[in-house]
């Protein structure tokens, strides 16, 4: 069987992702955080007999990475995929947020990353084989009103994952950015979101909040991108790119618009702003306005 590594798999995106990779036949690590989570995705495990074992692992945490890695390495003698998938999610305009909030973001949503793929690369470069997913986001090709913090930590994770693809590339090391849309998952309910009525970036607050309003009713389940991540392994025509879920229309027609028509989104609010929303990306957010 082959061996996957899966980061923050306590719920949402990182759970599904344990479950599907292990019900595609792979033998899958599934750490987290905070191991007192993890009674969910053990119970469904059991469930259905699958190969799936559980491990703490903290993607800020170097000696962390470095125990739950050996692990694996112990157990098995090799890592063949690596899922960076833990994150998290940030909602402020650019001149509140605190700095402590925004350097924990980066240390878990890029960093963690760089940590966890600096950990496993040597055995895969050895072996002439593997592949490395990184989580990513619709916000990680559009920038989003209200979240630069978390559209800044998504930007560096697909140029950092398009050089790296590049670099792996003599390895046969395959590396794939999975670019979910709007999946429902418990990041909305752990996300700070420093709304302040009295504050001069409320239009900004507010357009934000009509995106999500609209979108988390009707989100992508988490197990279709735990499917799309094992299609991005096991497809024979690999791509670096794999964009799916709610909303991905944001991704899609961001690049045929200019930058000015982009920006003047901001200028706009109430009907107009609904108005010019649905025009340029075909989401109709007016039920956020009742």
Same mark, same amino acid.
């Given at each position: 069987?082959?061996?996957?590594?899966?980061?923050?798999?306590?719920?949402?995106?990182?759970?599904?992702?344990? @479950?599907?990779?292990?019900?595609?036949?792979?033998?899958?690590?599934?750490?987290?955080?905070?191991?007192?989570? $993890?009674?969910?995705?053990?119970?469904?495990?059991?469930?259905?007999?699958?190969?799936?074992?559980?491990?703490?692992?903290?993607?800020?945490?170097?000696?962390?990475?470095?125990?739950?890695?050996?692990?694996?390495?112990?157990?098995?003698?090799?890592?063949?995929?690596?899922? #960076?998938? +833990?994150?998290?999610?940030?909602?402020?305009?650019?001149?509140?947020?605190?700095?402590?909030? /925004?350097?924990?973001?980066?240390?878990?949503?890029? =960093?963690?990353?760089?940590?966890?793929?600096?950990?496993?690369?040597?055995?895969?470069?050895?072996?002439?084989?593997?592949?490395?997913?990184?989580?990513? $986001?619709?916000?990680?090709?559009?920038?989003?009103? #209200?979240?630069?913090?978390?559209?800044?930590?998504?930007?560096?994770?697909?140029?950092?994952?398009?050089?790296?693809?590049?670099?792996?590339?003599?390895?046969?090391?395959?590396?794939?950015?999975? *670019?979910?849309?709007?999946?429902?998952?418990?990041? =909305?309910? #752990?996300?700070?979101? /420093?709304?302040? *009525?009295? $504050?001069?970036?409320?239009?900004?607050?507010?357009?934000?909040?009509? =995106?999500?309003?609209?979108?988390?009713?009707?989100?992508?389940?988490?197990?279709?991108?735990?499917?799309?991540?094992?299609? +991005?392994?096991?497809?024979?025509?690999?791509?670096?790119?794999?964009?799916?879920?709610?909303?991905?229309?944001?991704?899609?027609?961001?690049?045929?618009?200019?930058?000015?028509?982009?920006?003047?989104?901001?200028?706009?609010?109430?009907?107009?702003?609904?108005?010019?929303?649905?025009? @340029? =990306?075909?989401?109709?957010?007016?039920?956020?306005?009742?």
């Amino acid at each position: 069987m082959d061996i996957c590594l899966i980061t923050g798999t306590s719920t949402g995106i990182g759970q599904a992702a344990a @479950l599907s990779f292990a019900r595609a036949g792979y033998k899958v690590y599934a750490t987290m955080r905070n191991l007192a989570k $993890s009674e969910p995705l053990i119970e469904a495990a059991a469930a259905e007999d699958l190969p799936i074992t559980v491990l703490q692992l903290d993607v800020t945490d170097q000696g962390s990475i470095t125990d739950g890695v050996k692990q694996v390495l112990d157990a098995e003698g090799r890592i063949d995929v690596l899922v #960076n998938n +833990a994150g998290l999610g940030a909602a402020c305009p650019v001149e509140t947020y605190p700095e402590d909030e /925004h350097r924990a973001l980066f240390e878990t949503n890029y =960093f963690g990353l760089v940590r966890m793929i600096q950990a496993v690369l040597p055995g895969m470069r050895e072996r002439r084989s593997g592949a490395v997913l990184n989580v990513s $986001s619709i916000m990680g090709r559009t920038g989003g009103v #209200n979240q630069a913090a978390y559209c800044a930590s998504k930007f560096a994770v697909e140029g950092m994952s398009e050089s790296l693809a590049l670099e792996l590339a003599p390895f046969g090391i395959r590396v794939a950015i999975i *670019e979910p849309g709007v999946i429902g998952t418990p990041i =909305f309910d #752990n996300t700070p979101l /420093h709304y302040d *009525e009295s $504050s001069p970036y409320l239009r900004s607050m507010n357009q934000c909040g009509m =995106f999500y309003r609209t979108a988390v009713p009707t989100s992508s389940r988490p197990s279709e991108i735990g499917d799309v991540m094992v299609q +991005a392994v096991q497809t024979d025509k690999p791509r670096l790119r794999w964009l799916h879920g709610v909303a991905d229309e944001l991704a899609l027609r961001r690049t045929d618009m200019s930058d000015e028509d982009y920006v003047a989104l901001g200028t706009l609010e109430g009907p107009a702003y609904v108005d010019r929303y649905k025009e @340029l =990306f075909g989401i109709d957010l007016s039920a956020a306005l009742r």
